[in-house]
């Protein structure tokens, strides 16, 4: 418990902390060929999407050799809020494809108590931070599919041996 204490505490909500593990190694190189680093998360990939919100394509390289599973954390960090949660992916794997996940893979609870990707809704002008974080985990996690959001990113900071992120943003209609 003082785990998960530390990580509600050190992000506000339970996002998951850089210094839980001390000098975890950020070596994990994430991108995706319909994002960017710093620009804006395209429409497709946000409330404002025409039909149904779909969760972009991600890749990955970079992880420890020893990784026992991957997780997939999409959050923001400002108003601590995790719209999307993966565990338990297979370390030899290096993509998730547009609006898929593996059927080996589990969805475990977003910041709204759904297992699917919870797309972005900022207000126009309001500015955000989407990250897109792989974490290598020294094992699987002992959670069932659906588990609950502090669990799973307790389990999750607990097991993680390195990270890396793509970060993108709301596109403002203002500057500062």
Known sequence: MAAGTALLASTGCGVLSSD?????????????PM?????????????GAEGDPV?????WSGLPDDAGSIALVVDDPRD?????????LDPQL???????????AKL?????????????CPEEGD????????YALDGTLDLPEGAALDLTLEAIAEQ???????????????SD
Do not use: K
């Open 160 to 174: 993680a041996v390195a990270r890396g992120s793509l970060v993108t943003n709301s596109e403002s209609t203002t």
């Open 108 to 120: 475990g609870q977003n910041s709204a108590g759904d297992t699917a990707y919870g797309a972005p």
């Open 80 to 88: 601590a809020v995790v719209f999307w949660l993966v565990y338990d």
């Open 35 to 47: 994002m960017q680093e710093g620009e804006p998360l395209p429409v497709a990939y946000t409330c």
């Open 20 to 32: 839980l593990r001390g000098e975890m190694p950020t070596d994990i190189n994430v991108s995706s």
């Open 94 to 104: 290096v993509e998730l494809r547009q609006n898929t996940v593996p059927a080996d």
């Open 55 to 59: 969760s972009p394509p991600l890749s």
């Open 127 to 134: 500015v955000h931070e989407y990250r897109f974080t792989v």
